[in-house]
């Protein structure tokens, strides 16, 4: 939306000109794009659910007054075979005078001024192409008034300022139609209304220096008890990084059994677009953050400008006593390489894993060929490792498949079929855990066991295993096979 505020902002001077042309754009927001809630474009075109999609329509609908100033009112759902399609006009049109009687409306601004604008703006989803086209057209007029945040908004607001704000917002746009609100503009308020008036409630809470916002996170961060800045990443406006007491506290938390650790990352978290990257460690069961880094690299002309620093972090924590043999990460390669540089030294047995989305993402890519391979076998690898004095006592059955694991087999990529089978077993593998029961069923399918059975590392390695074996026997594929055992 800061796009359509920029292109607005040098295109409409909100000065009415009957004479103009009308002002139009086309957005198109991919699967990925989310709207609201963690909910994307894709699962909200796939869901079917009308109430679903026309919130998402409304999202989007209020978004574009907050960037244009200009209100649309919901007029037609039409459904068609790709998908919903949501047509509203502007509320100054000229169209919406005749429909409304000003006598019974209770408002808490002036009375409106109405334009023969063409103001539609059509919200269009697509099942085929899992993406949402926002439609355009208008001629600019004054804007409409935003909604008079009253005294009732603001307890209301108050009341609920541990709520996050987008919340806060949804509750009211689903009072405006209650009884107590209904002929109010209550429908009107913007999200940014309701933010601003939640952030000048609780920013005394966490804001130290009003004209430093970095300084006042530093602050904040070492008043925390248990909380501690990690120096050499206090660079302002570039960087900022700390470790929590769950990593400080040494008494409660055995760094020794840190063994395994996560990365996780996330981008744009706040107004200034920091990344935020997060170091999580399992212990007893339950995840603990040990430590976060706010990188800004963008206005940086260095070269490995962001993997310096991730490699710095990681290093700082690894020579504060974290030796990790497994890390997991997403696909970034330049937390790979930090990982790496940072805890591979002098650590036997260093092991880096990606997680589970980006590993079924990977073996799908290979599996049905959408990643051209270059050629690449890993037969060489394959045969100095199932030689039976390289092999662990539990996998000595694969020394006498070694023949068959060495051959050629088919060369085609996998059917459908047959690549979501794999995916269902990969995914089943790796979800495997010694303290997880295994999912034994009688032979009937439905009928529980009488008691859970657990298996030790080395019975989930080895069965995981044979039953990928024996599944590329099956389908001819000895080379899918040692893809899987060289990875």
Known sequence: MEVVSSFLEQRDSHIYDPEAKSLTFRITLTGFFVLENDVSVATCTQSGIRGTQKQAAIVLRNDI???TGYYFHMRRYTETADGPHFFLTCSRAEERKAERDLSRIQRYTETKEFFDCHGELRINFSKSNLSLTILYEHKGHVETPKFHVTEEVQKYVEAHKLV???LIYQNLIAMADGSQLKNTDLHTITRQQVYNIWMSLTRREWERDPRDDFRSTQMLVEEQEGYFLIEGLQEPGVSLAFTTPCFNDTVKYYRSKMTEIFIDSTFGT?????????????LDLVSLPLSYLLLDTRGIREEGKRGSRLTAWLTALRASGLKPTVVHTDKDFAEVTAASIAFKRDNVGY????????????????ITGKVPTKGFDSIDKARNSIRL????????????EAEWILSNGQTPPCTRDQARIIRAMIKRHLLRHPLLPKPVFETDGATPPDSLQFQSYEEIHS?????MLEYCKSINQPRLFRYFWSN
């Open 270 to 282: 706040n107004k200034h677009g920091y990344e935020l990257y997060c170091v999580l460690t399992e």
């Open 351 to 366: 092991n880096h894993h990606l997680c589970l989305w980006h590993s079924l993402r990977a073996i799908d890519q290979y």
């Open 164 to 166: 996050p704000p987008r």
């Open 65 to 67: 007054f907050d960037c």
């Open 389 to 400: 004095i390289t092999l662990p006592p539990y996998l000595h059955y694969l020394s006498d």
């Open 463 to 467: 069965s995981s295993i044979r039953e």
